[in-house]
């Protein structure tokens, strides 16, 4: 076991853990951060995607050992009241629909669109690629990311 201070959602978290728990465990079970979920657990669906120092990463692969010292941002810490641009286009759009993937998808879409606010359909397909949904609402993430992008 080792301790770490960890900076999530701009505040500090100090778990007992060992090195090579993954992020997402430290989430939900250390931080009662319980919005990143647990997909296939093999960093291929996406549904545990976070952000380390800006960058979306899928956090049931990432051991906390490797994020010691850099921001963690979650679904929770996008915005505090849900009005993000990306979470008022998910409603506008009518995009989830058992929402079980839902906060990955916001995740890597906002991950996108800090790099690039006016991405096209193939800057949208490469970076929600990998990101899974069971419920196939593929057309509407993508029209909801446009609009988030002509809001932002």
């Given at each position: ?84 641009p990306l979470q008022e286009a998910w409603i506008e759009h009518d995009v989830p ?56």
């Open positions: 076991m080792a301790q770490y201070d960890l900076k999530i959602n701009g505040k500090s978290h100090q778990v007992d853990v060992d090195p090579d728990t993954p992020m997402l465990w430290v989430l939900r079970d250390h931080a009662g951060l319980l919005g990143t979920k647990y997909g296939c657990g093999i960093a291929q669906c996406g549904a545990c995607t976070i952000h380390v120092d800006d960058q979306a990463i899928r956090s049931c692969q990432l051991p906390v050992s490797q994020v010691k010292d850099k921001k963690i941002t979650t679904i929770e810490g996008l915005s505090e009241n849900g009005d993000h629909q058992c929402g079980y993937c839902q906060a990955g998808q916001i995740m890597s879409a906002a991950s996108l669109l800090s790099k690039n606010q006016s991405p096209t359909d193939a800057d949208i397909n490469t970076a929600m690629n990998g990101n899974i949904c069971r419920c196939g609402t593929y057309t509407r993430i993508k029209k909801a990311i446009k609009t988030a992008a002509d809001n932002l």
